[in-house]
């Protein structure tokens, strides 16, 4: 089964048709809305309210095999399931249709719910054990220097399309900066952050190549541990290694590929949804630029109106309970609604009022399994944002904001496009980055797009994306999982 997406004209149903306005198209035999599907894609926020007047704060739903679930929409019962992990665990093997055989080995919410040795699927000491170590590790991160290396990438970034006076933020920018901070993060040779990038990106939008993708980032990883054994660094992969909680080797690869792939597309929503908000809400930029609003207060306002991830599947009841006004049983699972519950109308009657420097929102969850690497995300955003408004203060978009449109799944929203342009910036020599009134002198850059594919010796040879391959994207972009899934199909 595959996940479509909006920008598949053969899905979209025509003006009139119920799907335009969640009627029975969405329904399952038992009368439940399916999570998945055109419908629910269509307009997920509107989905999540149709629930709540119907259900209230928790709403029973159908994701894919109309397999039944929980939608948590409410702020506070989420906060509940959060904190609460002993009647709402994080280990997907108590899951009961996973016991009854209900979840066919194809179907595509395998790669997100099948139970893997990692801190995401783990409660009590084993889940203190694995975050414990992802956590000392992220935190050893210097702060100051991860803000060098998205100002010198932001830089190089903006040098690439700054002559043409226009530019397309979401593939050239917001899909880019991430990748290039984490890989030094990691400790990869500086070199390989672009071919990366190229990687992730191919493996999350799930192009003809990304099994091969992901065999990439998988084997690249897999080498830079070999490395680090035997010359260890100031890094993430060597502080995994070395760290007292004694990860395996197993442990130690798919914790960096967790940390690596939600780190680069939680980050890329964020820069791309207030990109798109400052530069089309009138008010928003008026308060950024006239000092009323700081870039920390405009994340934070996107954060709760835009939240990189919709939903977190899942929780699973360890016993019969209740939440939300719904009996729970046993083995059922829930889905946390970061997005739904951020709009909860108990936590925000008006929506159009501001909350500049309210951090309650759900965008990193929250309790044992909050986002660690929330405070990295937010400062490779900020700084790559303010890095970009500064460089090319007469930015602006170039279309009209109803053109703007978004990719839809049942876990998150993406925004395809985002156009603009501004004044040519001429490109410096020598690495100086001229950018309102100053002269910034940087160590020359890594190329982002490197015009033959580099092969060092030992180190795996990238697949065929970006700019140094000819890929052909079907016309249906499918799910990253998806793809994956087919590998395994007899």
């Known amino acids: 089964m595959t996940t479509p997406f909006r920008d598949d004209a053969s899905l979209t149903p025509p003006p009139g048709c119920p799907a335009h306005g969640l009627g029975t198209h969405g329904l399952g035999a038992d009368g439940l809305r399916r999570l998945y599907g055109p419908e629910a894609e269509a307009d997920p926020a509107a989905l999540y309210e149709k629930l709540r007047a119907e259900h209230g704060e928790v709403a029973p739903v159908l994701l894919h095999g109309d397999l039944p679930a929980w939608l948590i929409l409410g702020h506070s019962a989420n906060l509940t399931a959060m904190r609460t992990p002993s009647r709402f665990s994080r280990d997907s093997r108590r899951w009961t249709a996973f016991q009854e ?6 179907s595509p919410l395998m790669p997100v719910i099948a139970w893997q040795p990692l801190c995401v699927f783990a409660d009590g000491a084993e889940h203190k054990r694995l975050r414990g170590a992802v956590t000392d590790g992220l935190n050893r991160v210097d702060r100051r220097g991860i803000r060098r290396y998205v100002t010198r990438f ?6 690439d399309f700054g002559p043409a006076g ?9 899909e880019h900066l991430p990748m290039l901070v984490m890989t030094h993060v990691v400790g990869m040779p500086e070199e390989y952050g672009p071919r990366l990038v190229e990687a992730a990106r191919d493996l999350m939008k799930g192009t003809e190549t990304a099994i091969a ?27 995994l290694m070395q760290h007292e909680a004694g990860l395996t080797d197993d442990e130690v690869l798919e914790h960096l590929r967790v940390v690596l792939l939600a780190a680069n597309e939680t980050t890329v929503n964020l820069i791309a949804d207030t990109l798109k908000m400052v530069l089309t809400d009138r008010r928003f930029r008026a308060h950024l630029s006239g000092g009323h609003m700081t870039l920390p207060d405009a994340l934070d306002q996107v954060l709760w109106d835009s939240a990189p991830m919709s939903l977190v599947a899942g929780r699973w009841a360890t016993g019969d309970t209740e939440l939300g006004g719904q009996q729970i049983k046993t083995g059922d699972m829930l889905l946390l609604g970061l997005a739904a519950g951020n709009v909860d109308p108990v936590v925000r009657p008006d929506l159009s009022k501001p909350l500049h420097g309210n951090r309650a929102h759900l965008a990193f969850g929250g309790g044992p399994h909050e986002c660690p690497g929330q405070d990295m995300g937010r400062a490779i955003a900020e700084t790559g944002i303010d890095i970009l ?10 279309i009209s904001e109803d053109e703007l449109t978004w990719t839809s799944a049942w876990l998150s929203r993406h925004l395809v496009e985002l156009p603009v342009r501004f004044t040519p910036r001429a490109k410096p020599a020598g690495g100086a980055v001229a950018g309102a009134g ?13 015009a033959v594919p580099f092969a060092q010796p030992g180190w795996p040879t990238a697949p065929p994306v970006g700019a140094t391959a000819t890929v052909t994207v079907p016309p249906q972009r499918r799910s990253w999982w998806s793809v994956l899934i087919d590998r395994f199909r007899p």
Request: proline residues 11%.
């Open 101 to 106: 055989g209900r979840v066919t080995p194809d």
């Open 154 to 159: 932001a830089d190089q970034l903006i040098q």
């Open 166 to 174: 226009q530019a397309e933020l979401v593939a050239q920018f917001a």
């Open 213 to 239: 993708s992901n065999d990439y980032v998988v084997a690249t990883l897999r080498r830079m541990m070999d490395r680090k054994r035997v010359a260890p660094g100031a890094d993430l992969v060597s502080w």
């Open 389 to 398: 408004l500064t460089r090319l203060p007469d930015l602006q978009l170039a």
């Open 438 to 450: 100053a002269v910034i002198t940087t160590p020359p850059p890594p190329t982002v797009a490197p």
